[in-house]
């Protein structure tokens, strides 16, 4: 199994000035909550599926948030007959279902991106559809429901992206994927630029790791950026 961890392009939390940066209407009542790629950030997303399309993608799961969505369908519209994007709550950011969260109803993510499979009630990793406990333990957990499904379905050489945040990535879902043990990955975070790619391939007993926190598919975009981090 191939697999590229994804985290989504720039989005209007990145940007010391994203208020300046016009809301799109449609989502607007969302975007203080769950905030939509910039500009920039489309372009990004655009780049990532671009540099992706020759692979013949098996599966790409997405976080249910917007920027993550958003750069999820980017890769999917680069594939032959525009491929699903799968719901995964578990690929969640870090922090995100506190206070007065509300996710996107698919009705206007498919706005965006049209060919969704919803994540059910009963979630394909068991998690529950609404992440509540946001504890450091229990995004372990997640991550790790996250890699023993992906590893319990995908057994040969297929190719899935997973696309996510930078925190639960960097923090969780890379080292879970490496095998490490929760205070191993307490001591060890990986870099996650916006759209960056990480790439793992398991094959015989062994994880080669191909890139880390790769953006060389943005090229110039990549000087263009306006981060606050």
């Known amino acids: 199994m191939h697999i590229f961890i994804v985290r989504h392009g720039q989005a209007r939390s990145n940007v010391s000035n994203g208020g300046s ?3 799109d209407p449609f989502f607007e009542e969302y975007e203080g909550r769950d905030p939509s790629l910039t500009p920039l950030g489309e372009m990004q997303a655009s780049m990532t599926g671009f540099r992706l399309r020759n692979f013949k993608l098996d599966a790409i799961y997405s976080s249910p948030l917007h920027r993550a969505f958003s750069t999820a369908a980017a890769i ?18 870090h ?28 979630t394909l990793t068991g998690g529950p559809r609404v992440i509540i406990d946001d504890s450091q333990e229990e995004r372990w957990r997640r991550a790790n429901r996250v890699v ?6 995908y057994t040969g050489n297929e190719n899935v992206v997973l696309v996510s945040s930078g925190a639960f990535m960097g ?14 990955s307490r001591n060890c975070v990986f870099g996650s630029d916006n759209a960056c790619i990480t790439s793992l ?16 598919q943005q090229g110039e975009a990549k000087s263009l950026e306006y981060l606050e981090y």
């Open 171 to 184: 923090e969780n879902l890379v080292s879970a994927f490496l095998g490490m043990s929760y205070g191993q």
């Open 148 to 153: 023993d499904y992906i590893k319990g379905k």
């Open 95 to 122: 922090g995100t279902y506190g206070g007065d969260f509300h996710m996107i109803p698919q009705s206007m993510l498919r706005k965006i991106y049209k060919n969704i499979i919803d994540p059910g009630e009963q």
């Open 76 to 93: 999917a519209k680069m594939q032959y007959n525009d491929m699903p994007v799968t719901i995964m709550p578990d690929l969640v950011e």
């Open 201 to 216: 391939h398991f094959r015989d007993g062994k994880i080669i790791v191909n890139t880390i926190n790769a953006v060389e």
């Open 21 to 23: 940066i016009p809301f």
